[in-house]
């Protein structure tokens, strides 16, 4: 081995990925070659105290229950969400017993499965007809495993924003994307964003730019996600 | 763990076990490229929100590390990203402009020159960097966690050390 060679090699040898015949070889030219030596022992210098700097790297205090804690407020969030559309719809159902509309207060006679129903905050205001169409939304959704991943058929499938979330300057759409995926279409505000799949991935991160707070819409073309309403930052 | 699991025909396990078994190595991946503590909890915390809304889709066929690397990874950009555009504003206003690395490390004490010498590499070399000499990972599993060929890995250790090895010269050795 020349030390044009041995130099080439060193970066394996330090990281313990040469095959035994040529870390003996490697060796052995370390024995006789004074320069290489002095080259090596650098390097090994250099790696050592990465390897300490990084030992050195800090912990976050209680950072396990800071998780869970955030993950169960986010959690809190869907569940005080479901509430709230199931009281409402609860009282809109009495309503309508006492004006004798069965046909309708059959419909919901079970809205405990219900994990969020869109429009329901103006339901009070609403006409008869459009109560009744919004009672069929969540009878459809009941039906349905609610989720923002659809299960067997989305080849592209929402994770963030779902319904009603908030996102900030920095937010972004993130979508799982199955393999095989080559493109696909997002509506966002009713503008198309074609993509291009580079590489397979489950997670794609892509950037939203939107600066106007209040709520926008976003849609994926030929996924089951349906449409979802999200805010920008600075509502209310 | 988790593929033995899987392949055993089990169910996933809680998620509060992948929290518990990864949030420190998600959090010291983030400090190491923000350096800044709040900044990688803030990024930590993400992290597993949104792993836990894709929980039921991860099939354990792979290390769950492998799939919060690159979720941390993507967030770890965006906030770089966001960072180096507030910079390149700050920089606008001051006619004197950048330092080099290399003016940066001389003035910094002996401790923080490491440091501050790895801040300064590309991202790319960062990468395995920590993955080689924190997670202590093969080029193979470095190569599969960045999908960059074996040879890759090997050559962005090397060009990392080299560069290191000549900013320390600068600075009279650690």
């Known amino acids: 081995m020349d030390c044009k060679e041995f130099r080439e090699l060193i970066q394996g040898y330090l990281d313990g990925e040469l095959k035994d015949s040529k870390k003996q070889e490697f060796e052995d030219h370390l024995l006789t070659c004074k320069k290489c030596r002095e080259k090596l022992e650098k390097a090994q210098m250099v790696k050592s105290a990465l390897q300490d700097r990084l030992k050195e790297l800090p912990s976050a205090a209680f950072l396990e229950s800071q998780i869970l804690e955030r993950i169960r407020r986010k959690r809190y969030r869907l569940y005080s969400a479901i509430a709230v559309a199931a009281a409402v719809i609860i009282s809109i159902a009495i309503g309508f017993i006492s004006t004798d509309m069965r046909k309708i207060t059959r419909k919901i006679e079970t809205p405990v499965n219900v994990k969020y129903v869109k429009g329901t905050k103006n339901l009070e205001n609403k006409s ?20 923002p991943l659809p299960e067997e058929k989305a080849k592209v499938a929402l994770v963030f924003p779902q319904d009603g979330d908030i996102i900030d300057e920095m937010g972004e759409v993130v979508l799982y994307v199955e393999p095989g995926v080559k493109k ?17 991935n489950d997670l794609v991160f892509i950037p939203l730019n939107i600066l106007e707070d209040g709520p926008h819409s976003l849609t994926i073309e030929s996924s089951e996600t349906e449409e979802v309403i999200f805010y920008k930052e600075g509502r209310g | ?32 490229f923000v350096q800044d503590y709040y900044d990688a909890l803030d990024i930590t915390q993400d992290v597993f929100l949104l792993a836990y809304k894709n929980y039921r889709k991860f099939r354990f066929e792979s290390d769950p590390y492998t799939w919060l690397y690159r ?53 790319v070399y960062k990468d395995v960097i920590f993955l080689k000499y924190y997670e202590g990972l ?3 599993k470095i190569s599969n966690l960045l999908s960059i060929p074996i ?10 050390r080299k560069s290191i090895e000549k900013m320390m010269e600068v600075g009279n050795g650690l």
């Open chain 1, 128 to 147: 008869v007809k459009n109560v009744k169409r919004i009672v069929q939304q969540v009878e459809k959704q009941q039906k349905k495993e609610i989720s």
């Open chain 1, 184 to 200: 696909f279409t997002l509506l966002i505000d009713g503008e198309k964003k074609d993509l291009e799949m580079k590489r397979e």
């Open chain 2, 1 to 32: 763990m988790f593929q033995q699991r899987s392949r055993r025909g089990e169910s996933p396990p809680p998620f509060e076990e992948v929290v518990r078994m990864y949030s420190d190595r998600i959090f010291k991946l983030a400090f190491y």
């Open chain 2, 71 to 123: 979720i941390a990874i993507n967030r770890i950009n965006r906030i770089r990203q966001k960072e180096a555009r507030i910079k390149k504003v700050e920089l606008s206003d001051n006619i004197e402009g950048g330092e080099n690395p290399l003016d940066i490390v001389e003035k910094e004490d002996k401790i923080n020159r490491l440091n501050k010498i790895i801040d300064s590499l590309p991202d």
């Open chain 2, 138 to 140: 093969n080029y193979k």
């Open chain 2, 151 to 160: 040879g890759t890995v090997r050559s962005r250790l090397a060009r990392a």
